[in-house]
């Protein structure tokens, strides 16, 4: 099961408490980590009680590799030489994607408490449903439900020839360079979205979409659902709002113009550089 499924997820602990459970501990919207010898790793229970920390918005997340997995946050100020505080970016360049995507999910599940506190419907109090099986926050008044909530966005990976559409965004740091990526708007399916996103932001139409991969984009609650796509009409012409520059470059162009990551962005680059 555990090789089938790393990641089971859980209202309630799968396992006997042990003191190798996983803690994603939020303080100011940064995760605790532990450095030690160039290794970037989650606290164990084991290290948590030692801490003497007064931790709140604690819930259970599931399991991995055998291991329950909680989640929570704390204020209090600890001063401790090997432990220090990540955001999520920071963090997926120093751990395995397995523990990046669980901390993606400690994040989502914390926000998410974070924005219920009170009734959208009549303004009341919520407080967590007590279930085993339901992870959802309820209305004392109204009874009104809530579950954790996931948006999409689209990501895609665009081919002409032996060519990849790239785009710079406005807001990428460095001249970065990336491929189109865009929110799906209420209602509409994945692939209007591609097309949608892609005619907005670079002025060209696509044909041949097809699903890639998704991933987890916890910037608040995001979900990246992975396409490639290949050139059908028109010349590049960018909006100059969201996208600044775009073009088609070689794969020789590309192995210079980006950084590897474990983001779906940088796996649909990689699979560029291998099919071409
Ligand atoms: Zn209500």
Known sequence: MEDYILFQPSV????KEDEEDFWFLFKDNQLMVYEGKGNITIPRQKDVLDLNISIYNIQCMGAYSGYNCQCGEFVDHIEEENISFMDLRTLSEFVDENIYLMASKANLLLNWLKLNQHCGICGSKMY???????????????GNTTWPRTSPAIIVA????????????????????????????????????????VYEEVGIKVKNIKYFGSQPWPYPNSMMIGFTAEYLDGEIKVDGEEIVDADWFTKEEVQGMYKKSISIGSQLIEWFLEKH
């Open 158 to 197: 665009i081919t002409k020839e032996d060519k990849l559409l790239l785009a710079r965004n406005r807001q990428f740091p460095n001249r970065r360079y990336s491929v189109i990526a865009g929110f799906v708007e209420y209602g509409e399916t994945f692939e209007e979205c591609v097309k949608r996103e």
């Open 128 to 142: 967590i449903k007590d279930s085993k099986y339901e992870r959802a926050m309820v209305c004392s008044n109204c």
């Open 12 to 15: 309630k602990p799968i396992h």
